[in-house]
């Protein structure tokens, strides 16, 4: 019935279009054949999911269930920002609907709800789609429909492999360059300190174990704890970083499990330095989670207090620079749509990355095919609102190369040295990025950008 | 009774809605109605075990996860058929199964359900332990494609659709025959009372070895069939709310007959989708919003309960004898024709003769039943 509906309502337009376009020729044989430039073309359905006045996307976003707490936000959030883009002109005046849902983080579940939203629902995109695991589970049946998967929440590397998977883009920094760059910090400011790896025994604490190895000499890390999502006893773990006389700690772990690192640390009498992964360490999820850790066995701690001092990796602005353009525009857009949420680190992610797929899409010009916003991206982004540049290339499809080194100091990040830049190799440099940071634009929307 | 000619004939009757539907309708409820297929096969397998041999399973994800792993395995590593891969992942559940059945064997009521519940949390975490085996928490790609003799446009739903069903549809043939052979009427003794049916000469822990065998074997099915459908197999997947949820399933459709396991497959795949419909339709925020299918799913479990002690099929037929008097012939697994009584959720907990109606007497066609067991 949708279907049949829809292929008629393609069926008039097309009629329409062509009705208008032979009139346009009849009557304007004075002027030029390119008269109807893409300017000002007739807004068409060019593609599955678009039509002359909207472009629906879809996501599966674990908003209930075990990942929720923090990551339910970040799908509200990049709604915000489609919702302010919609009442301020849309793409090109078509308004974007966003339809993200529930997996519970779930494979199964996802591949139902992506199902859904590309057989029954034809949206022109999947976008922002939460977790390696989950988002594996669609991984071939997007590329086999041809529906462009972009920006993919998860910083696993898989995402980049565009001779098998066109359609799928990556966006935040991969867990191996963040461990390539936190590595080389460690490997320089504690060269005569013992190091000790806590990590999450899956691809994202492997692969930053990966790029921490390539960087910190085998003979400086004197303990390896890894710990599973589902077991929530990690006394163990800390007992034997402890006891192998680890003076720093590098973890690659979820919030949870580092407020729980921080907790245990705190009651066997160790104060490792830490050095954790920008995954974990959003200041006010984190602060949260460790206050009200100790709240449940009955202590009363300052969450936000204790994880001051904690070194991490950050590829955008500080929530903490409140002058800075950026921050200013998601603030705005987080009071005036998404107020009810939190202001932390995962709003500014559903925004940044909201604010990416609108670049994109206004790179992919006027009546955008699903092929055109694959080809616009891999034609390169702009940075926006990122503070290292992209990798995207027709042979490249990760995302941001490179991050920053900061310290959490009372509840946000401090950046410490400059942007750093590298690649996922054993050998690969790391470089100082030399480019500038780009503003955000007056209008608080992208416009097409010339390819970089 | 149900003879096997009827089965069959109900058999390709749904078949054929089966095939009618999957044309008719869109790729996303082909996707549906193998997902329901899957749903099927798994529940079928508990109800068989809970209904009929009064046992309880809370780790039938578990053996789901088993039949999962294998299939990917094979088809990874040696690109066996999928029928072959069918067959050696029921073989291998089969043998899993009877493991746990030994133990379970010498367990009843509450503790029985605790230590499958062990089995549910447990046994997907060994894919932790051996990422390079089992691919961690990434898990494992499947890749399952249309048969080239159906042409190049045949969606692959659709052909999803068909595999899932013809295994679900076969599964229920086989277990509706089992349910009522000698191996079955054994079961329902055991169920009802095992001292009797042993003292009746039937082997009770034989028995209901045997129950957790045939239910595993279905899970291990079904965990093959949804390795094709996602196209993953990861432990993410096969936690221990999959492992409740098979069990919800077969007690909201009713515990009493297999056709239960169609109406519970059908709550557990439509309800979220239509209550999420539902919900977004309505512009409900989305803290709102997510919970309401779980909210919606609680709704009709309690609703069920309440008004159809029985599950859902259980409902139905206490509607139709309410209209059609209760001269209808007895197509529960109910050993007495004149109770109308099939098994509740009641025997989760409580097996053996504290279950259901107060024991009576043996009646005739059970002491048949026994004999025919015993001969």
């Given at each position: 019935?949708?279907?049949?509906?829809?292929l008629?309502?393609?069926?008039?337009?097309?009629?329409?279009?062509?009705?208008l376009?032979?009139?346009?020729?009849?009557?304007?044989?004075s002027?030029?054949?390119?008269?109807?430039?893409?300017?000002?073309?007739?807004?068409?359905?060019s593609?599955?999911?678009?039509?002359?006045?909207?472009?629906?996307?879809?996501?599966?976003?674990?908003?209930?269930?075990?990942?929720?707490?923090?990551?339910?936000?970040?799908?509200?959030?990049?709604?915000?920002?489609?919702?302010y883009?919609?009442?301020?002109g849309?793409?090109?005046?078509r308004?974007?609907i966003?339809?993200?849902?529930?997996?519970?983080?779930?494979?199964?579940?996802?591949?139902?709800?992506?199902?859904q939203?590309?057989?029954?629902?034809?949206?022109?995109?999947?976008?922002?789609?939460?977790g390696?695991?989950?988002?594996?589970?669609?991984?071939?049946?997007l590329?086999s429909?041809?529906?462009?998967d972009?920006?993919v929440?998860?910083?696993?590397?898989?995402?980049?492999?565009?001779?098998?998977?066109?359609?799928t883009?990556?966006w935040?920094?991969?867990?191996?360059r963040?461990?390539?760059?936190?590595?080389?910090?460690?490997?320089?400011?504690?060269?005569k300190?013992?190091?000790?790896?806590?990590?999450?025994?899956?691809?994202?604490?492997?692969?930053?174990?990966?790029?921490?190895?390539?960087e910190?000499?085998?003979?400086?890390?004197?303990?390896?704890?890894?710990?599973?999502?589902?077991?929530v006893?990690?006394?163990?773990?800390?007992?034997?970083?402890?006891?192998?006389?680890?003076?720093?700690?590098?973890?690659?772990?979820?919030?949870?499990?580092?407020?729980?690192?921080?907790?245990?640390?705190?009651?066997?009498?160790?104060?490792?330095?830490?050095?954790?992964?920008?995954?974990?360490?959003?200041p006010?999820?984190?602060g949260?989670l460790?206050?009200?850790?100790?709240?449940q066995?009955?202590?009363?701690?300052?969450g936000?207090?204790?994880?001051?001092g904690?070194?991490?990796?950050?590829?955008?602005?500080?929530?903490?620079?409140?002058?800075?353009?950026?921050?200013a525009?998601?603030?705005?857009?987080?009071?005036q749509?998404?107020?009810?949420?939190?202001?932390?680190?995962?709003?500014?992610?559903?925004?940044?990355?909201?604010y990416?797929?609108?670049?994109?899409?206004?790179?992919?010009?006027?009546?955008?095919?699903?092929?055109?916003?694959?080809?616009?991206i891999?034609?390169?982004?702009?940075?926006?609102?990122i503070?290292?540049?992209?990798?995207y290339?027709a042979?490249?499809?990760?995302g941001?190369?490179?991050?920053?080194?900061?310290?959490?100091?009372?509840?946000?990040?401090?950046?410490?040295?400059?942007?750093?830049?590298?690649?996922?190799s054993?050998t690969?440099?790391?470089?100082?990025?030399?480019?500038?940071?780009?503003?955000?634009?007056?209008?608080?929307?992208?416009?097409?950008?010339?390819?970089? | 009774?149900?003879?096997?000619?009827?089965?069959?004939?109900?058999?390709?009757?749904?078949?054929?809605?089966?095939?009618?539907?999957s044309?008719?309708?869109?790729a996303?409820?082909?996707?549906q109605?193998a997902?329901?297929?899957?749903?099927?096969?798994?529940?079928?397998?508990?109800?068989?075990?809970?209904?009929?041999?009064?046992?309880?399973?809370?780790?039938?994800?578990?053996?789901m996860?088993?039949?999962?792993?294998?299939?990917?395995?094979?088809?990874?590593?040696?690109?066996?058929?999928?029928?072959?891969?069918?067959?050696?992942?029921?073989?291998?559940?089969?043998?899993?199964?009877?493991v746990?059945?030994?133990?379970?064997?010498?367990?009843?009521?509450?503790?029985?359900?605790?230590?499958?519940?062990?089995?549910?949390?447990?046994?997907?975490s060994?894919?932790?332990?051996?990422p390079?085996?089992?691919?961690?928490?990434?898990?494992?790609?499947?890749?399952?494609?249309?048969?080239?003799f159906?042409?190049?446009?045949?969606?692959?739903?659709?052909?999803?659709?068909?595999?899932?069903?013809?295994?679900?549809?076969?599964?229920?043939l086989?277990?509706?025959?089992?349910?009522?052979?000698?191996?079955?009427?054994?079961?329902?003794?055991?169920?009802?009372?095992?001292?009797?049916?042993?003292?009746?000469?039937?082997?009770?822990?034989a028995?209901?070895i045997?129950?957790?065998v045939?239910?595993?074997?279905?899970?291990?099915?079904?965990g093959a069939?949804?390795?094709?459908?996602?196209?993953?197999?990861?432990?993410?997947?096969?936690t221990?709310?999959?492992?409740?949820?098979?069990?919800?399933?077969?007690?909201?459709?009713?515990?009493?007959?297999?056709?239960?396991?169609?109406?519970?497959?059908?709550?557990?795949?439509?309800?979220p989708?239509y209550?999420?419909?539902?919900a977004?339709s309505?512009?409900?925020?989305?803290?709102?919003?997510?919970?309401?299918?779980?909210v919606a799913?609680g709704?009709?479990?309690?609703?069920?309960?309440?008004?159809?002690?029985q599950?859902?099929?259980?409902?139905?037929?206490?509607?139709?004898?309410?209209?059609?008097?209760?001269?209808?012939k007895?197509?529960?697994?109910?050993?007495?024709?004149?109770?109308?009584?099939?098994p509740?959720?009641?025997?989760?907990?409580?097996?053996?003769?504290?279950?259901?109606?107060?024991?009576?007497?043996?009646?005739k066609?059970?002491?048949?039943?026994e004999?025919?067991?015993t001969?």
């Amino acid at each position: 019935m949708k279907r049949s509906q829809r292929l008629r309502w393609q069926g008039a337009a097309l009629i329409t279009a062509t009705a208008l376009a032979v009139a346009a020729c009849s009557s304007s044989s004075s002027s030029t054949a390119t008269s109807t430039s893409s300017s000002n073309a007739a807004l068409t359905a060019s593609a599955p999911g678009i039509t002359a006045t909207t472009i629906t996307i879809g996501s599966h976003q674990p908003l209930t269930g075990v990942a929720a707490p923090g990551y339910s936000e970040i799908a509200p959030a990049s709604n915000a920002y489609f919702q302010y883009v919609n009442a301020n002109g849309g793409i090109y005046g078509r308004k974007i609907i966003y339809k993200y849902l529930d997996d519970a983080y779930n494979p199964t579940t996802t591949s139902s709800v992506v199902h859904q939203l590309v057989l029954q629902d034809n949206v022109y995109a999947i976008f922002n789609g939460l977790g390696t695991p989950t988002h594996l589970a669609v991984l071939s049946f997007l590329n086999s429909e041809k529906v462009p998967d972009v920006f993919v929440a998860s910083g696993c590397e898989c995402w980049n492999n565009p001779s098998q998977y066109p359609e799928t883009f990556g966006w935040q920094i991969d867990y191996v360059r963040e461990g390539k760059i936190l590595g080389q910090y460690v490997a320089q400011h504690f060269k005569k300190d013992k190091i000790g790896y806590f990590y999450q025994n899956d691809e994202f604490g492997q692969d930053g174990v990966k790029g921490l190895d390539y960087e910190i000499p085998s003979s400086m890390v004197v303990s390896r704890q890894s710990y599973v999502p589902t077991n929530v006893n990690i006394a163990p773990q800390v007992a034997a970083l402890k006891a192998s006389g680890a003076q720093v700690v590098v973890a690659f772990a979820v919030p949870a499990f580092l407020a729980l690192l921080k907790l245990y640390t705190l009651k066997l009498g160790y104060n490792p330095a830490l050095v954790a992964s920008n995954v974990g360490t959003d200041p006010i999820t984190l602060g949260g989670l460790v206050s009200s850790f100790a709240k449940q066995s009955g202590a009363t701690l300052n969450g936000s207090a204790l994880i001051n001092g904690i070194i991490t990796d950050y590829y955008a602005p500080s929530l903490g620079s409140t002058t800075n353009s950026w921050i200013a525009l998601w603030k705005k857009v987080h009071d005036q749509y998404d107020a009810k949420a939190p202001f932390d680190g995962n709003v500014q992610y559903g925004m940044q990355a909201a604010y990416t797929f609108v670049q994109a899409m206004f790179n992919a010009g006027r009546n955008p095919t699903r092929q055109d916003l694959v080809n616009a991206i891999q034609a390169g982004l702009p940075q926006g609102p990122i503070l290292a540049p992209y990798a995207y290339s027709a042979t490249d499809h990760a995302g941001m190369t490179g991050a920053y080194i900061a310290k959490i100091e009372n509840g946000v990040f401090v950046q410490e040295g400059p942007v750093l830049v590298t690649d996922t190799s054993a050998t690969g440099a790391i470089t100082t990025f030399s480019g500038t940071e780009q503003q955000a634009p007056a209008s608080g929307i992208p416009s097409a950008s010339s390819s970089s | 009774m149900w003879t096997l000619p009827r089965r069959l004939g109900v058999i390709i009757v749904l078949a054929a809605i089966v095939v009618f539907l999957s044309v008719k309708l869109n790729a996303f409820r082909d996707y549906q109605i193998a997902e329901i297929a899957v749903y099927v096969t798994a529940i079928a397998g508990l109800t068989v075990l809970t209904g009929l041999s009064g046992q309880i399973s809370l780790g039938n994800g578990a053996f789901m996860a088993i039949g999962a792993y294998t299939t990917a395995l094979l088809l990874l590593h040696l690109s066996w058929p999928f029928y072959a891969v069918l067959v050696v992942a029921a073989a291998i559940t089969a043998v899993s199964g009877a493991v746990v059945g030994i133990a379970a064997a010498r367990l009843r009521g509450p503790y029985l359900a605790g230590a499958t519940l062990m089995l549910g949390v447990a046994l997907p975490s060994i894919a932790y332990a051996w990422p390079g085996v089992f691919g961690g928490d990434q898990g494992l790609n499947v890749v399952f494609t249309t048969p080239s003799f159906l042409g190049a446009n045949f969606p692959l739903t659709r052909w999803q659709a068909w595999v899932c069903a013809a295994v679900a549809l076969v599964t229920l043939l086989l277990l509706g025959n089992l349910g009522h052979s000698r191996i079955g009427r054994n079961w329902r003794a055991v169920r009802d009372d095992d001292v009797a049916a042993a003292l009746d000469g039937v082997n009770v822990a034989a028995a209901r070895i045997r129950a957790f065998v045939v239910s595993a074997t279905s899970a291990g099915l079904a965990g093959a069939l949804l390795a094709i459908l996602t196209g993953l197999v990861a432990p993410g997947a096969y936690t221990i709310t999959l492992s409740i949820a098979l069990l919800t399933g077969a007690v909201i459709g009713g515990l009493g007959s297999l056709a239960g396991a169609l109406w519970g497959s059908l709550v557990i795949v439509l309800v979220p989708t239509y209550a999420t419909d539902v919900a977004t339709s309505h512009g409900l925020s989305s803290s709102v919003g997510a919970n309401i299918p779980i909210v919606a799913y609680g709704v009709v479990l309690i609703l069920v309960m309440l008004v159809f002690p029985q599950g859902i099929q259980g409902g139905l037929r206490r509607i139709m004898i309410a209209f059609f008097g209760p001269n209808q012939k007895s197509r529960t697994w109910r050993t007495a024709p004149a109770n109308n009584v099939t098994p509740s959720a009641d025997t989760l907990l409580i097996s053996g003769d504290e279950t259901l109606s107060p024991p009576e007497p043996p009646d005739k066609p059970t002491s048949q039943h026994e004999k025919e067991g015993t001969s």
